[in-house]
């Protein structure tokens, strides 16, 4: 029996053609359908793509209007472009690896209006209601920046007072040394005991002696006496040095307590008062708003686009072996590939104030991989009322321990017209900018600055009285100024400040209309802090008088139980011998009279 | 799949040569325990057209095989994972990954590693033992079946009689 038939080699190739031929019908469908179903689920709205074909030389997709719906807003398109053409490397596609050399995608808009709802049947997944929850936080962080000074009572109730610090420490310490005292007043001798000693020292030492043996008795009585009185004068005396300094400790404290009001006034009133919260506040008071949204805008694109540049996140997703499906492992290689790599990435943007060229390299999921970070590189030049914009973004995660993201900006020759820049009625009306900056974002926290420069500026105010018409007043004078914002903190979490020549220039103009509201606040808040420091010391002092008083009446023990410790009990002879003399003495008297 | 069965079991109760059936059981295990979609099935599909084997073994040992790996899919990719992370097989899979037709054939890939390795090494077994058991049935089973209650049962159904229609066409 022969074990090969080499006809089986025709239906081998029958085979293989028409896996190929079935491939290839189905591979565009099966692409377009692929785009939009994952697509749809890592953005949460619809991604609808037109058509898409297949070309063999280069090998590549044509890709034919895709657009992509804002999770937020069903309505309109996160972004859409008409056309898109990449090259694959057909070798590490058969080795698993989508690798496109290049991607050029023509007419990419932003924000563009849908004319049937992008949301998903039942869209409101937690991850968007979470991201909306941040927005919000976002909004109210933002709308701290109030035109008004708060008031008296919120301040008190906001700042950690001293005042409140220093009246607890004096309870705190008060119980503890009343505490001691109590312990060491159990042992004191009282006033009874006191004089039970007197009448004992009295009765041995001023009664007659009637004999030696008497005598001895009686010297040993006053020595046992004397050492009962010792221990109680040595218990005395450590109560009378423990109130001392018990005394000492408290007076000190309820000094402290004393200065603790005149410490919290100065430090709000620095704080509250146009020298430092006040200046800065013009400026943050003007442009607050403008470069919040802006720097929300920036961070809303950014997040966007953080999936799409390899976050630490998703590398931990990835990591995780799905058990189906398997994973590839890479070994070392002189030209290492990801699984999935855009080598280069052209796009036009068409936004209504016109055309910017983008260009990105080296967009994949495994920067590790490669080892290189994501460039982007954005120029839009002669743009409607713009000159120049130039932005250079450098998305490091190469390193999984340290990633970082920087981006670096120059917008030259801004012209802004009717600029609503506040909530307050005032307007820029007409002015030319150029703006500098970076932004970045590490070890979870963004940040970045911005410098701007505006020139031939004019302002426009249409307040009637109060702060907004002194501001109006004083800016109207006002052609050029600088203005810097700095943002920093966690994402969604972000701190703005902002600082400006404005301040200088305005500050004097709209001075004394804030002095006298910062006069008011200043007065309510001293007023208050007077009130509670009343409140605290009320039976403060008497308390420390008590103990004073304590002290004098120790004293007064002490030195009458040193008045019966020097107390003795004289020599039998001696006695024998005053008697005698007495005695002579008296015989003497006699005859003398005699 | 009724037919291929049908078919399988014509095979089985004829003359054809166990070695031919046992093959062709083993290729089609191959094929059904590995990704379907890898470039070394190409080799034993290639095998499959020009070996004499039987096409309807082939099929069902395919299907059957299939079905299984859906079970055996977590041990294949474990076993992938240990051989593909293993320290001292490193310079192998290293130098391997230097070369196109290994990158070509996914040895990279856990599941397809793991999967090619235990069906390679399964195949001479299930080969030597399916024709082992193909000459014993042959010699001792299949008389005894054919007297018994359900082989008879069997002979009156509808799959018999689609057995027999196959069988006047002829196996592999």
């Known amino acids: ?594 | 799949m009724l037919t291929q069965l049908a078919k399988f079991l014509k095979v089985l109760n004829s003359d054809s040569n166990p070695g031919q059936i046992s093959l062709a059981f083993a290729l089609g295990m191959i094929l059904g325990l590995t990704p379907l979609w890898s470039a070394h099935n190409l080799i034993f599909l290639l095998l499959v057209c020009i070996v004499r084997i039987n096409l309807s073994a082939f099929l069902v040992g395919f299907t059957f095989f299939s079905a299984l790996a859906y079970l055996c899919d977590p041990i294949f990719n474990s076993l992938g994972e240990l051989l593909l992370t293993h320290q001292a097989l490193q310079p192998l899979w290293t130098t391997l990954y230097q070369s196109d037709i290994w990158r070509l054939l996914h040895f990279n890939h856990t599941l397809t590693l793991g999967s090619f390795v235990l069906a390679s090494i399964s195949a001479i077994p299930v080969f030597i033992i399916f024709r082992y058991l193909i000459i014993k049935y042959r010699s001792h089973v299949m008389a005894w079946v054919e007297k018994t209650k359900l082989a008879k049962w069997l002979k009156a159904s509808k799959f018999y009689r689609l057995y027999e229609t196959l069988g006047q066409g002829g196996g592999n």
């Not at chain 1, 081998?12 to 749809?40: D, R």
């Not at chain 1, 703005?496 to 404005?502: A, E, H, N, R």
């Open chain 1, 1 to 594: 029996m022969r074990w090969i038939r080499w006809s089986g080699l025709i239906s081998f190739l029958i085979i293989i053609g028409a896996v190929l031929s079935i491939w290839w019908l189905l591979a565009a469908p099966l692409i377009k359908t692929s785009i939009e179903h994952y697509g749809s689920e890592a953005v949460g709205a619809k991604v609808n793509v037109a058509d898409v074909a297949l070309a063999i030389q280069p090998f590549g997709f044509l890709l034919h209007e895709l657009s992509v719906a804002d999770p937020d807003q069903p309505m309109q398109n996160l972004f859409e472009f008409d056309r898109a053409e990449a090259k694959l490397d057909l070798l590490k596609l058969l080795w698993g690896q989508i690798i496109i050399d290049e991607i050029t995608i023509h007419q990419v808009q932003l924000e563009t209006p849908r004319r049937v709802s992008g949301a998903l049947p039942a869209s409101q997944t937690k991850e968007q209601r979470d991201e909306s929850e941040s927005k919000d936080k976002e909004l109210d962080m933002f709308d701290d920046m109030s035109i008004d000074l708060p008031s008296a009572d919120d301040i008190l109730k906001k700042e950690p007072l001293l005042t409140e610090k220093r009246k607890k420490e004096w309870d705190r310490l008060y119980a503890a040394e009343k505490r001691k005292l109590a312990d060491i007043s159990d042992k004191l001798p009282d006033k009874a005991k006191i004089a039970r000693y007197k009448q004992e020292v009295k009765a041995i030492t001023k009664d007659k002696i009637k004999s030696l043996d008497d005598f001895k008795q009686r010297q040993k009585r006053l020595k046992q006496l004397k050492r009962d009185i010792k221990q109680d004068r040595k218990n005395l005396k450590t109560a009378k040095d423990q109130y001392k300094q018990s005394y000492n400790k408290l007076t000190r404290q309820l000094k402290l307590l004393r200065e603790a009001p005149g410490e919290d006034w100065q430090h709000l009133k620095s704080k509250y008062s146009l020298d430092e919260m006040g200046a800065s506040n013009l400026s943050r008071l003007l442009f607050g708003d403008s470069v919040t949204q802006i720097s929300k805008k920036a961070l809303y694109w950014y997040d966007k686009a953080k999936p799409f540049i390899g976050s630490s996140e998703d590398k931990d997703k990835e990591q995780v072996p799905d058990r189906l499906d398997g994973r590839y492992i890479h070994f070392h290689s002189d030209d290492p590939t990801p699984d999935f790599l855009i080598r280069n990435a052209k796009l036009d943007l068409q936004l209504p104030m016109g055309q910017f060229a983008i260009r990105i390299e080296d967009i994949t999921h495994q920067p590790e991989i490669i080892g290189r970070p994501t460039l982007l590189h954005l120029k839009g030049e002669k743009l409607d009322k713009i000159r120049t914009v130039i932005v250079e973004g450098v998305f490091d995660h190469s390193n999984p321990v340290k990633s970082s993201d920087n981006i670096q900006y120059i917008v030259q020759g801004l012209q802004l017209e009717n600029m609503t820049i506040s909530r307050l009625p005032i307007t820029l009306a007409a002015a030319q900018a150029d703006v500098r900056g970076d932004l970045f974002y590490q070890d979870q926290i963004v940040g970045g600055q911005a410098k701007a420069k505006f020139q031939q500026a004019d302002f426009v105010s249409e307040a009637k009285e109060g702060l907004a018409k002194e501001l109006g007043k004083a800016l109207d004078n006002i052609q050029q100024f600088t203005l810097q914002a700095n943002i920093k903190g966690a994402m969604g979490d972000v701190a703005v400040d902002i600082k400006s020549d404005l301040d200088r220039q305005i500050k004097a103009a709209v001075s004394k209309r804030l002095k006298q509201k910062e006069k008011d606040l200043q007065k309510k808040l001293k007023r208050k802090l007077d009130n509670k420091l009343k409140t605290y010391l009320a039976g403060n002092s008497e308390k420390l008088g008590g103990l004073s008083s304590q002290q004098i009446i120790m004293d007064g023990q002490l030195s009458q139980l040193d008045d019966l410790l020097k107390q003795k009990l004289d020599d039998h002879k001696k006695q024998e011998k005053r008697k005698a003399e007495d005695k002579l003495k008296n015989k003497l008297r006699e005859k003398l009279s005699l």
